[in-house]
Structure formats: structure tokens, C-alpha cells
């Protein structure tokens, strides 16, 4: 919290005394637009627009809702998250309310030929980005799949694994395709939304409405009487799919948030379900084709038909090979001997891809030999630090977690575990399952998390003998 606000003061702080006074909010405006508009394809909407002049105003969103007709709840929990992981994507930052002039008004002022030059690798990947490492199969089976009626993509794997660049991809297809599209992170919702099954069917429906450009209707259909899930079941079959003449591609990232919330996930997960039944029988229903994007298996209790995990195609991401790593060196300008270098790296991170991405940036910078890199990785002086570090304080806050996960460090075979610790401990990436057990992922991890509980253990042990001195 303290490293991004001294980071947010400082940008502040920098580009303040850089800006141009000449540059005003629309001619901003523009340039992110421009750069919207070539790198994922469709502009500013009128909504944005509204948010965006409203933040350079310095107003509440209660106030931009009063002045321009919507409400606050809207603009709060359904247009501005949009807007800023949008934004975020665009210039690699994330994005809030507070940041959000601050950062736009520094990435107007860089010169555009900045914007496509070589950036730290974060987040996913743009869509025009030559970085992006293509797996045809899965690609074109994905492509294929959302085409046909009532289809449902399932894609799993843990955090920074490129599920997130991979839905970018099949939803820029189906915008090719002239398909509408609506798209849902998980990870932005509020926790309040979440945790109630109505306000959470209401925000679902609210969204598409408004990602479909359709005036929002929920109190024409929602009915108390005959429960909320048939009323948003309503709700898309008899307005949005109804209104809508083509296919409505619904992508859910970052799903597994939901089963932290058992009591809604038990319900969401089987609507899901049903809809994709519903299309077996009912035509309007063909025209919703669902993607659901999540980092870890379902451990909510469900019975096998109503859940959406078990029909559909699957796709589950990998980490890197060898030819991908060795074909992403070369776009790094990487003078590399066939496969002896990318082999290394792989044995050190196990082909993660954000880890690989890191790796390659920084030897590209000629900022350390490979020799050097793999030597520190796993040390404060080495670059993965800040990466390791927020592991490490996840586990420090979750205690029970680590110490699981200290026992599979120990451990010299893999271990079974139970299935909400494996899905915690998979979902940060922090192990691989192997049928029904699990193993540390990589090499990397096993030397950092076991260098980290044994400096505890140190720091334990002198403090008791601390307390038991004499006096």
C-alpha cells in the first residue's frame, strides 16, 4: 500500500512540472481514444466520456450522476470498473478513480512512438503486441467453438498463466465476427455484490445492458415472487437476446472469486449451467455462447448437472516450452544458442509465462547475463523480488496456508491436500496438481520459500532464547 502511494505521489509529482498547460482534457482524450481504438479495437463510449470529464472536474460520482442523468450505483459499480481495467490495460498501470488523471495526462504527454515501444511486461498482453506467444491449436479451437449455438469455453489456469490474454483474443474475434460482446472481472466487483445473490444478478444484468448499449430495464422484469434467478433468466431471454439480432459472447474472468461466496456460488454456477442447457431446446437461447475464465478447480459442492465445469470445451493453459520460449527470445533480439539457454530458464520457473516475459525484458535491457539472473532469482537483489514478495506476504497473512505449504516444501514426494488449501495454493501459482496430488510448481519457489521459512525459523529461535535468558 505505502510502495504504490510513494509511487502515485512521485508520478504526480514528476509529470506535474513536465504537463503542457496547452494540453487540454479533450485533446487527452483523443489520444487515449486513438490508441483505444488500435489496440482493442472499439473507442470511448458516451459513458466513459462522461466518467473521464467528471474525474478532470474533480466530482463524486453522485455528482457526475446528477448532473448527467445515471446513477451513482451504476457509474460506480458497472461503468468505472470497466472503464479503468480498460484504461489499465492500454498503458500498462493499474487504474483508479484518484490515479486516473494523473496517469492519462503522462501517457497523452509521451510521444506516441513511446506507446509501441519495448514496455515492462504486466498484466495481459495487447492485442497487437509482437510479444504475444500464439498456441494455434487451442486458438483456433476456441474460435470454433464460439461460433457454434449455445457454446460454453471453460479456460483454467493459475494467476498470470495468460488466461486473460487469451480471452482478449477470442472476444477481438468475435468482435470481427460482428458478435456483441459482454465481459465481467470478477476480481472488480465489490465484495457487497458478490456476497448477495440478487444485488449480484441485478449487477449482471445491469452490465450486459450497458455493455450492449441497451436502456436498462431490470425493474420491468425482476419479480420478487418468482425469485431472482428467474427473473435475470427473464431478463436476458426475453429483452437482451431478444433485442440483440446476433450472438452475445458473456465472458466471465476471474470466476473463481465466486466460490469464496458458497452461498451464491450455488446458485450463479447452475444458471450458468442452465443457460447453456436451455440453447439444447430453445432457439433464442443459441445466440448466448459464455466463456468462463477461472485459476483454480471448483471446490463448491455441486451435483454433476448442474454444474458448468463439466460441459463445454475445455482449455487449460500450460506454461511455455521449449520452441515457445526460444521463439520469444528471438522477438527479444536474444542472440541464444538453440534451446541450451531457454532449457535454463525453464528449469529455474517452469515455463511460467509471466516469468519468462520478466526474464527476457531484463536480459534484453542487458541489465544482467543469464548467468547472473538465474544465480539472484531467488534473492532480494534478483529480479523476480517484488513477484516473491507478494507471495510471501499473502502467506504470512494466511497462516494455515503456509504452513501446508511449508510441509510440501519439505516433502521429497507430492502430497495430497485438502481441497480448499490446493485451491488457494494453486490459484496463486504456487503448485501443480498431479491427478489428485499436488507438487511445488517450480524450482524458483521451492528456493525462495524455503530460504524465507528457514530465516523465520532463525528469527523463532532467538527470540525464545531472548525470553528465557536469566535475569
Known amino acids: 500500500m ?19 498547460d496547452s494540453m487540454t482534457p479533450d485533446s487527452v482524450f483523443k489520444i487515449v ?89 504486466t498484466g495481459a498482453i495487447q492485442l497487437d503486441s509482437a510479444f504475444y506467444i500464439q498456441n494455434p491449436p487451442l486458438e ?31 472476444l477481438n474475434y468475435a468482435v470481427e465476427k460482428d458478435y456483441q460482446t459482454v465481459a465481467l472481472n470478477f476480481a472488480q466487483i465489490d465484495c457487497e455484490i458478490l456476497s448477495d445473490l440478487n444485488r449480484f444478478l441485478r449487477f449482471l444484468c445491469a452490465s450486459a445492458s450497458q455493455q450492449l448499449n441497451l436502456e436498462s430495464k431490470l425493474d420491468e422484469y425482476w419479480d420478487e415472487d418468482i425469485g431472482s434467478k428467474v427473473s435475470c433468466s427473464l431478463y436476458f431471454r426475453c429483452y437482451l437476446l431478444e433485442q440483440i439480432d446476433v450472438p452475445i459472447v458473456l465472458a466471465f474472468d476471474e470466476l473463481n472469486r465466486i466460490f469464496e461466496y458458497p452461498n451464491v456460488a450455488k446458485d450463479v454456477l447452475p444458471l450458468l449451467r442452465s443457460w447453456y442447457e436451455d440453447a439444447k431446446r430453445t432457439p433464442v437461447w443459441q445466440k448466448l455462447r459464455q466463456i468462463v475464465v477461472h485459476s483454480t478447480e471448483v471446490y463448491i ?7 458448468p465445469f463439466n460441459v463445454g470445451l475445455p482449455i487449460e493453459l500450460k506454461g511455455f516450452n521449449l520452441n515457445q520460449v526460444q521463439e520469444l527470445a528471438e522477438k527479444y533480439q536474444l542472440n541464444w544458442q538453440k534451446n ?52 510471501w506476504l499473502i502467506l504470512q497473512h494466511e497462516p ?13 514426494r507430492s502430497l495430497q491436500l485438502e481441497p480448499i488449501i490446493a485451491y488457494k495454493l494453486s490459484s496463486m501459482g504456487l503448485i501443480n496438481s498431479i491427478g489428485n496430488k499436488v507438487v511445488v510448481s517450480c524450482r524458483l519457489y521451492q528456493a525462495y520459500f524455503t530460504q524465507n521459512f528457514v530465516a523465520v525459523d532463525s528469527e523463532d529461535s532467538e527470540t525464545i532464547v531472548t525470553d528465557c535468558s536469566p535475569l
Not at 505505502?2 to 509529482?13: A, G, P
Not at 460506480?76 to 492500454?90: D, F, I, Q, T
Not at 494455515?400 to 521429497?412: M, T
Open 33 to 121: 481514444d486513438r490508441q483505444l481504438m488500435k489496440i482493442q479495437k472499439y473507442p470511448l463510449n458516451p459513458v466513459e466520456l462522461i466518467i473521464l470529464e467528471g474525474i478532470w472536474q474533480d466530482l463524486s460520482y453522485d455528482e457526475i450522476g446528477q448532473q448527467k442523468g445515471y446513477s451513482s450505483g451504476y457509474l460506480s459499480n458497472v461503468a468505472a470498473p470497466k472503464l479503468y481495467n480498460r484504461l489499465s490495460l492500454l498503458i500498462g498501470e493499474n487504474i483508479k478513480k484518484k490515479s486516473c488523471r494523473t496517469l492519462l495526462e503522462w501517457y497523452a504527454s509521451v510521444p506516441t512512438k513511446v506507446h509501441n515501444s519495448l514496455a515492462y511486461p
Open 2 to 20: 505505502h510502495h504504490v502511494l510513494y509511487h502515485t505521489l512521485i508520478v504526480q509529482r514528476r509529470w506535474k512540472q513536465r504537463f503542457n
Open 301 to 307: 459442492p455441486l451435483k454433476v448437472n448442474q454444474s
Open 400 to 412: 494455515e496456508l503456509a504452513q501446508y505449504f511449508r510441509i510440501l516444501l519439505q516433502s521429497d
Open 140 to 170: 483456433e479451437q476456441a474460435c470454433e467453438e464460439i461460433d457454434k449455438p449455445g457454446a460454453l469455453i471453460r479456460i483454467k489456469a493459475p494467476k498470470e498463466m495468460g488466461k486473460t490474454s487469451l480471452l482478449l483474443r477470442i
Open 340 to 391: 541450451e539457454e531457454a532449457r535454463q530458464l525453464i528449469d529455474l520457473v517452469g515455463g511460467h509465462p509471466a516469468l519468462i516475459q520478466i526474464a527476457l525484458y531484463h536480459l534484453s535491457q542487458k541489465e544482467a547475463t543469464l548467468v547472473e539472473l538465474l544465480k539472484t532469482a531467488s534473492t532480494p537483489e534478483g529480479i523476480y523480488h517484488h513477484h516473491l514478495l507478494r507471495k
